[in-house]
């Protein structure tokens, strides 16, 4: 059964970090792209940030590029998104996703994790 699960989120600070983990399992992890996306309340789930497969390239969201970090490990199905210099408006509920479109378009999702930055 293929399965993502997300980790990592709580409450912090404006300025504060935090790192969200994605563990990921039931599939052949180094064949999909990773992502992480978010969503507010009442709004669309936007993408945040994108790692190639072999982890080679990486693209982020405007509005966290410089702060935020994804990154991968292949060997131990782990996906990682490190957050510095929260903002309140990076308050959203997180996914990770995995994308494959070699032999069809396969997207999976996380449940989600709660990252909620207020003073």
């Known amino acids: 059964q293929v399965q993502l699960v997300e980790s990592g989120g709580g409450l912090v600070q404006p300025g504060g970090s935090l790192r969200l983990s994605c563990a990921a399992s039931g599939f052949i992890v180094s064949n999909y792209a990773m992502s992480w996306y978010r969503q507010n309340s009442g709004k669309e789930r936007e993408l945040v940030a994108a790692?190639?497969?072999?982890?080679?390239?990486?693209n982020y969201a405007d509005s966290v590029k410089g702060r935020f970090t994804i990154s991968r490990d292949n060997v131990n199905h782990m996906v990682y998104l490190q957050m510095n210099s929260l903002k309140p408006e990076d308050t959203a509920v997180y996914y990770c996703?995995?994308?494959?479109?070699?032999?069809?378009?396969?997207?999976?999702w996380g449940q989600g994790t709660q990252v909620t930055v207020s003073s």
């Open positions: 996703n995995a994308h494959r479109s070699a032999w069809g378009v396969t997207d999976y």
């Open positions: 790692i190639t497969s072999a982890g080679g390239a990486t």
